[in-house]
């Protein structure tokens, strides 16, 4: 019976239906979403293991957070890194547009949450249909394993 009242009262809202019909296909603006991509175990010590767009935009979003986590940490002499892209339709991963303000260091805080600073340029950190979700390491991962990203994103 709660239900139907609730159904009811939306639809008290929405007199037109096909407003109704778009509001339910789009979602509501300003709903989080988290999304958790893994590459697990020694996998992560192979860089195009990394590459693979691993969400893809349905509509709008805006990028709020990112974090990292990884199991063993790289223990390369140079950098070894991790960035965030956002790669539009037909460009590939590398060459998407950087969403955190610096590159996170993999050789820090193993089974550690670490979390990125997100760039304050508008087009950067906001997602248009279509737009994809990557991460690209950079440096030799021999060692790192078991990497874990979080992304919330809100939904426009």
């Known amino acids: 019976m709660t239900n139907q009242m609730n159904e009811l009262k939306l639809r008290d809202l929405f007199?037109?239906?096909?407003?109704?019909?778009i509001l339910k296909r789009n979602g509501f603006r300003g709903v989080l979403i988290p999304v958790i991509?893994?590459?697990?175990?020694?996998?992560?010590?192979?860089?195009a293991n990394f590459t693979a767009p691993f969400f893809f935009a349905d509509r709008n979003y805006q990028v709020l957070e990112f974090w990292e986590r990884h199991e063993v940490a790289g223990g390369d002499a140079g950098a070894v890194t991790?960035?965030?892209k956002?790669?539009?339709?037909?460009?590939?991963?590398?060459?998407?547009?950087?969403?955190?303000?610096?590159?996170?260091?993999?050789?820090?805080?193993?089974?550690?949450?670490?979390?990125g600073t997100i760039t304050e340029t508008l087009?950067?950190?906001?997602l248009s249909?279509?737009?994809?979700?990557?991460?690209?390491?950079s440096g030799t991962l021999t060692t790192l394993q078991g990497v874990t990203v979080a992304v919330i994103l809100k939904a426009l």
Do not use: C, H
């Not at 950087?98 to 996170?104: G, P, Q, R, S, V």
């Open 15 to 21: 007199k037109d239906t096909d407003e109704l019909r």
């Open 37 to 47: 991509y893994t590459i697990p175990g020694t996998s992560a010590q192979t860089a």
């Open 82 to 84: 991790i960035m965030l």
């Open 86 to 115: 956002k790669v539009p339709d037909t460009i590939a991963p590398a060459s998407g547009t950087d969403i955190l303000t610096a590159t996170m260091d993999l050789k820090a805080g193993a089974n550690t949450w670490l979390q």
């Open 123 to 126: 087009p950067n950190f906001t």
């Open 129 to 137: 249909l279509k737009d994809a979700l990557s991460v690209v390491t």
